[in-house]
């Protein structure tokens, strides 16, 4: 069965351009970057490259460029720096709709002596500016915010806040793993002082993350040990996966120039116009105005997510209910709890988040196959008959 | 130019095979292993296989075996989670010859209220495990010991040190990084609670790493986020590598139930008999007797070690004058130097290490070549002379 992969912010395709530059870096120039002999410098040379490629996307220079193994690992070693660097403050602010490398390591740290402000989004997924704001202090030693949103794809207006934290004097990191290479950036002209992002949400493989650390930043190491990434990550370089990287980056960034997102955004924006207006009680999830142009979250009330998805993949069409890193559990989204969406909205959100590879006819045949199957599960529903039997009521009255 | 790669404690080549079973997780089956559909949890499949392959090697059950980046992720997860889960004890025990991700976390770790204690070795290399006993107290968190020595190839009694430090309810942890693939292991029936391995050693890819938990032990996450690994790392799992550390570990198994580093421990004995016995002052460093069979490390007096390797790179020969994580700093090595081995022995030391890969054709390439090496460099050093000089009025007294 043909795969119709619309989950793209859980995991990318490595792009056949990507693979084939990894490919002679596996078992045939395999040395160790750190090594003396030309067959280990050679591959140093290649990493080089793939550091320049990687700057280039995010508009850093080479030198801020730290590889990582992935978006968590990125994310936890810029908070802990920040703490570490700054160890007279015990201050974290952070916002209710992280990914769990963000959120998970708040809740955790608020459990060693530090004080973790979540700061809320309203119904739309915009993050409440004034409050975080006013939770500044000369106590807070950090403040990491995500670019945009995993669920909802909402963006959030990073430059403003890195500035106005920046001007403050704390250090400002944002996990922007979902925003890089979907719109367009560079660091070097706002207040970020870190920035995280993963490989496999960019056609690179998975197991390959960035920090970027903007020169002069104060920083301590995560991982101690050999003196590689200029002694700011130990461990033998992810030769071919940096190389992948490179590659992803350089493509990303062409895509960008290209305006290729356009066409994404047009496909995106087909599937959820024609969904809502063939589903009743279908309603769209966070800001549409600022938003990815590659992601939608879409609530068809009084219907489990689960379910829809399960009916999905019988057509090998490929969506997610929510972050990839938090199924397997029961409870609805903390995302979409956070913006207030009611429970019987909440557990039938799905999202679907698009990539360069995604195309019309992929695009048509969901619109086929999705409305019959939410019309079946809500025969199946008894929270569909009670809400059609209370709307049936009131239009009586 | 042919490459005769004998620097396999460096890193090591993919194996084919591995490469092969890897291929199609990039760009075919890419699912997230994490995702409800059908597409991700075929890769799951593909995880749990490649688990139970690397516990078959080491002896573990698959839940012990928690998937890591790299060996340093390991070393610092298992000694982190050990002082985090004792939070009353401040004492770590090392050794002086330990690899830098255990040796400088231990130095970090000293400069933030623990009191490490860095166990010394003889001049053979071999453990004081009288002192090592001594300094164990109520105090005592963490005992970390490598297995076996990456620069000397020295094997240290982890089974009967593991269960020492166990009756005293202390937690071990080792780093078998040089260890795991070469000798047999059956860590079930140790005393040790973690374990830390690299996929790069045994002909996986870089970028992966596994530490062992053994079951009941306290753990903390190093890396917190979603759910992956029970819980105990955080992070999108790096499927295609995790897939080739299985299959790289199924082929490590055959090979060692094969005796398949009899032939590799010949090629290294007639490598290294040869050379002390053409080439004068030439030494063997570290106890032959207790050694992986596939590493020699030769210390050719009152030469560079590093224009040695020159030399033989352009023969294509790679070795390596020790570990490649500690290469470009001018200092001797730390593992030649806590064995007080001289100063003129310790900077002309090289180190060769094999792998199955290597033949009996390469070898006899190194045995033609290097002798005169040492030779030509010989004539050019004032050290030499000066030894040459002192020796023969010696002779003439």
């Known amino acids: 069965m043909k795969v119709i992969y619309v989950d793209n912010n859980a995991t990318t395709k490595v792009a056949p351009e990507v693979l084939e530059e990894m490919q002679p870096y596996f078992s045939e120039y395999y040395g160790n970057p750190s090594s003396m002999h030309s067959f280990g410098g ?17 508009g850093a220079t080479p030198e801020e460029i730290v590889f990582t193994s992935c978006g ?11 703490l570490e ?4 403050k015990r201050h974290i602010v952070t916002t209710r709709v992280e990914h769990p ?22 119904s739309e997924g915009r993050l409440d500016l004034d409050y975080l704001h006013q939770n500044l202090s000369d106590d807070t030693a950090v403040v990491s915010i995500m670019w945009a949103n995993n669920e909802t794809g909402v963006i959030f207006p990073i430059e403003e806040i890195a500035q106005k934290v920046k001007d403050q004097g704390i250090v400002f990191h944002t996990d922007a793993v979902q925003a890089v290479g979907k719109i367009p950036m560079d660091v070097s002209r706002t207040g970020i002082d870190m920035l ?9 493989p998975k197991g390959i993350g960035v920090l970027y650390i903007r020169k002069r930043t104060k920083f301590a190491p ?14 033998t370089e992810n030769v071919a996966s940096i190389i992948g990287l490179g590659k992803a980056s350089q493509l990303a960034r062409e895509h960008l120039q290209a305006r290729g997102y356009e066409r994404i955004r047009k496909l995106r924006d087909k599937l959820e116009n024609t969904l809502i207006a063939k589903v009743p ?19 068809f009330e009084y219907v489990e997510g689960e379910a829809i998805l399960l ?18 559990s029961l409870e609805p989204s903390h995302v979409l709890r956070a913006m207030g969406v009611p429970f019987t909205a909440a557990h039938g959100s799905i999202r679907f988040s698009l990539s360069r590879y995604n195309t019309e006819e992929e695009i048509d045949f969901i619109l086929e196959k999705l409305p019959p199957v939410i019309a079946r599960l809500r025969e199946l529903s008894p929270f569909w008959k009670e809400a059609v039997r209370a709307q049936s009521s009131k239009l009586r009255a």
């Open 85 to 88: 660097s700054n160890p007279d």
């Open 222 to 235: 995560f991982m101690i040990g050999g003196h590689q990434e200029g002694g700011r990550r130990g461990g």
């Open 42 to 58: 050679n591959v140093a040379g290649k990493i080089r490259e793939a550091r320049q490629k990687v700057a280039a996307l995010i």
């Open 72 to 82: 968590t690992e990125s994310d936890g070693t810029a908070i802990r720096a920040a």
């Open 311 to 328: 009916m999905l993949n019988e057509y090998g069409i490929c969506a997610s209910s929510g972050s990839a890193c938090t199924s397997g």
């Open 281 to 299: 009680h279908a309603l769209i999830n966070g800001d549409r105005q600022n938003r990815l142009p590659n992601t939608t979250s879409i609530a």
């Open 196 to 204: 995280s992002l993963s490989g496999h949400k960019l056609h690179a």
């Open 101 to 122: 490398a963000v959120k998970n390591l708040g809740e955790t740290l608020s459990k060693r002596g530090y004080r973790v402000t979540f700061v809320p989004v309203d």
